[in-house]
């Protein structure tokens, strides 16, 4: 019994002593050396961006939309959806039945004010020649201006009248008032349409597009006339540059979003009416201190950078400014010269041993 007792106890120790081994699998993987890579903290300038949505639409007067000028029949459209057109070309005929018959009509009202103004100026004439020889009184000559004179109002009026008909059966034919593009074309010849149809083709010059991006209440003083702005996602795979244009001055309190114009700084590769992504710059912070976005660790409120220190990793609170796609402002918690890790530093536990990959 009393040898039994003593070969537990030998075994108790040596498993303790086992335990606290420096061969522990736990030890060994505390220790483990961490490979990273770091950048240095820098100073520099940074712009912040807002990112809104946006949609392609055309400049003010870089639009031209064709309506019915009355009840008519389309006798012709020789433009489909993105043809190219030059400035004079047809666009849309109309027959207009009324127009026609009262062009017709007023030319002839013209027609007959004019022989009727060719018969008062005979009578006026055989009646002086009348006054001269003792035949006519001048009561009757004086009879005879005056209807002169009315005959001479009278086609004027009626002159009048078919140029306004003229004017209307003119508006018949719709012309191209710049080089553009037809962007959309609701009917097709023989349609019968009237001015309350809507528009029934529409050209768009596309070296005047613009996009109108709804802005959130909170970002429009930060946006500002003039400021740059990039857009991505046209069907060649470019990005194009744009610029604000206007802002409204005065918003209402009531208002969640505000609409902010922005130019294409050149032809632009987007269809009118496509939504597109738009960042704009805004503010700029100069020569303030970076460091790389993929340094900066969100730890629920908190955030933090983890700096090589002599083989190992510091963790170290910051407070941040401005970002962008690649870098952010630092405020406080690091310098200048320092080097951030960048990879592999979630999770990673302060102080944890590091081993830097060269460049």
């Known amino acids: 019994m009393t040898h039994l007792l003593r070969t537990t106890a030998l075994g108790l120790v040596l498993f303790a002593m086992a335990a606290c081994s420096p061969g522990s699998s736990d030890d060994t993987a505390s220790d483990a050396t961490v490979p990273v890579t770091t950048a240095a903290v820098t100073v520099g300038d940074i712009t912040a961006t807002i990112h809104v949505t946006g949609l392609v639409t055309p400049a003010p007067g870089a639009a031209l939309m ?85 005959a001479q109002a009278a086609l004027a009026s009626a002159r009048a009248s078919a140029q306004a008909a003229a004017t209307v059966v003119g508006r018949s034919t719709a012309r191209a008032t710049f080089d553009g593009i037809v962007s959309a074309r609701t009917h097709d010849p023989g349609d019968m349409v009237d001015s309350g149809s809507g528009p029934i083709l529409q050209v768009v010059d596309p070296t005047r597009l613009e996009v109108v991006a709804q802005i959130p209440l909170a970002d429009v003083s930060r946006v500002r006339v003039g400021a740059s702005a ?84 510091e963790r170290r609170i910051v407070q941040v400014g401005l970002e962008d796609a690649e870098h952010v402002e630092i405020t406080s918690g690091v310098k200048a010269g320092e080097a951030v890790i960048t990879t592999n530093q979630n999770g990673l536990p302060d102080g944890a041993a590091i081993a830097v990959a060269k460049p």
């Not at 389309?74 to 009262?102: K, N, Q, Y």
């Not at 008062?120 to 002169?148: C, H, I």
């Open 66 to 150: 064709v309506v019915a000028p009355d009840a008519a029949r389309i006798a012709a459209i020789p433009r489909a959806v993105g043809d190219l057109v030059h400035r004079g070309d047809v666009l849309v005929r109309f027959d207009i039945p009324s127009s026609t018959a009262e062009l017709s009509r007023q030319q002839a009202e013209v027609g007959r004010a004019e022989a009727g103004l060719a018969n008062a100026q005979a009578a006026e004439t055989r009646m002086q020649d009348l006054f001269t020889r003792g035949v006519a009184a001048r009561k009757e000559v004086e009879d005879a201006a005056r209807a002169v004179a009315d």
């Open 230 to 313: 990039h857009a991505d996602g046209a069907t060649d795979g470019t990005a194009s540059t744009l610029r604000v244009v206007s802002r409204p001055a005065a918003v209402q309190a009531t208002t969640t979003t505000v609409p902010v114009r922005l130019a294409f700084t050149k032809t632009a590769p987007y269809p009118v009416g496509s939504p597109i992504e738009v960042t704009i710059d805004a503010e700029t912070h100069r020569q303030v201190t970076l460091v790389p976005a993929a340094a900066v660790v969100q730890e629920g409120a908190e955030a933090a950078v983890f700096v090589a220190n002599g083989g190992k990793a």
